[in-house]
């Protein structure tokens, strides 16, 4: 079992450390801890673990400005969206930027030759365009970027040459993935289930799903197509879904400006059958009158399904073991004043899990949050803990800060909105279940 900075063996309701762990680093931690060089109680290592990851320890964040990261000029509202790693790399994807980016995980996080650079245009093959791409997604082998306001679904080989290589880049026209006329601003985060990647439909009535086991990403008959109308059972509403999340079994699909959570069942019929469509109604749901802008983006940690508050005062989350989709008892509710001491609209613009904590990305909100599922309850006060964000990235905040999220085994990274600062905050030690 290893855990950072010394924790080595768990045995019994003892972790060994020092002499008998064989290891400097763990020696030197036990020291430090002023703890036996030998073996130590759980609570005590537990103790150390919660205190060393804590989210309100300014040294536990990094910083880059973004035009450092990307060699230009910094950009309002440049990157949006999950943040993808492959194993190695993380990947952003560009909204109001004409340059994807990704990060070397093994390199200085504040170091611009850790970070690499394509031209939007070059990756795409066509003039870049605002507002181009909205969330990515890893299949094992290609990193996928979802189109939004851009009529290009983009895919990258991380087993080609270079990042930078034109060819190890392939596309798919939206119009002819969806079947239709091409929609500004079409598709949200993607998710992927083992075979078919998802697309949300942000400003589209039509649900898409790729089969990664097809013939390429161009191949029309690779795509299939879902009418909105037909999933959600009601007229389908502008700007209606914006991110997805996957149990094992079910794809969620998470409403932005409407009042219909879906989930479709992929043990089920086929992606056009009626039936493995499943609705709940956001304000049965929270227990409140439904509100523009639910949720941003959504998390699986196991059991639950987790979604960022972005313009309501509940923290919602669904108990995938529960009875049913629709059953209100299954939906847990915080309220997020309760929860970070303030209530603030538009709060929150994702959401990251790293096997312990669950991380909900500031957008308006000053505060960053997670909270601890190995706490209490979902409700109890004392398992929700907050950092300033001017804290965090070094200097003041500003409004839509940070827009996505996510986690590379180790830190969890807050993509740029519109703020000049990528942010990355030392995880839990998730691998430590005491």
Same mark, same amino acid.
């Given at each position: ?44 290592? $537990? ?93 094992? *082998? ?12 983009? $895919? ?92 094992? $079994? ?52 196991? *059991? ?12 919602? *989350? ?51 949050? $997670? ?64």
């Amino acid at each position: 079992m290893g855990v950072e900075h010394g924790v080595l063996l768990k045995m019994a309701d003892t972790i060994i450390f020092g002499e008998e762990s064989g290891s400097k680093v763990s020696r030197e931690s036990a020291d430090r801890l002023g703890l036996a060089n030998a073996s130590v109680d759980i609570a005590d290592v $537990r103790t150390y673990v919660d205190e060393y990851t804590k989210i309100s320890k300014e040294n536990n964040w990094e910083q880059i400005s973004m035009s450092t990261a990307q060699g230009a000029t910094f950009v309002n509202t440049a990157y949006v969206g999950a943040v993808s790693f492959d194993g190695r790399y993380m990947y952003y994807s560009p909204f109001a930027s004409i340059t994807v980016l990704r990060f070397d995980t093994q390199s200085q996080f504040n170091a611009s030759a850790s970070w690499e650079q394509i031209s939007l245009s070059t990756a795409q093959g066509a003039a870049a365009v605002g507002s181009a791409c909205w969330g990515t997604v890893f299949d094992g *082998r290609y990193v996928y970027l979802s189109a939004h306001s851009a009529d290009t679904f983009l $895919r990258f080989d991380t087993k080609g040459t270079s990042f930078t290589t034109v060819g190890d880049w392939e596309q798919m026209s939206m119009s002819t993935a969806q079947g239709a006329t091409f929609v500004a601003f079409g598709y949200g985060n993607p998710i992927f289930d083992g075979r078919y990647i998802y697309f949300s439909p942000y400003f589209s009535d039509t649900f898409l799903r790729f089969d990664t086991q097809g013939t390429s990403l161009a191949t029309a008959d690779d795509w299939e197509q879902m009418s909105m109308s037909t999933a959600q059972g009601a007229n389908p509403v502008d700007n209606a879904f914006l991110d997805t999340a996957f149990d094992g $079994r079910y794809v969620y699909f998470g409403p932005y400006n409407g009042d219909t959570f879906v989930r479709f069942d992929t043990q089920g019929t086929s992606f056009t059958t009626t039936a493995d469509w499943e609705t709940m109604a956001v304000s049965t749901a929270q227990g409140a009158a439904v509100a523009n802008s639910i949720a941003e983006q959504m998390g699986f940690d196991g *059991r639950y399904i987790y979604f960022a508050a972005y313009n309501i005062d509940t923290f919602l *989350r669904f108990d995938t073991q529960g009875t049913s989709f629709t059953t209100v008892g299954d939906w847990d509710k915080m309220s997020m004043s309760t929860a970070i001491g303030a209530m603030v609209d538009a709060a929150f613009g994702g959401l990251a899990i790293d096997g312990r904590y669950v991380y909900f990305i500031p957008m308006t909100s000053a505060t960053a949050v $997670r909270f601890d599922t190995q706490g209490i309850s979902w409700t109890t006060a004392a398992d929700w803990q907050g950092m300033s964000v001017s804290t965090a990235q070094g200097a003041a905040a500003v409004s839509s800060g940070h827009f996505g999220a996510g986690y590379d085994g180790k830190y969890v990274y807050f993509s740029c909105w519109n703020s000049d600062t990528f942010l990355r905050v030392l995880a839990s030690s998730s691998t430590l279940k005491l």
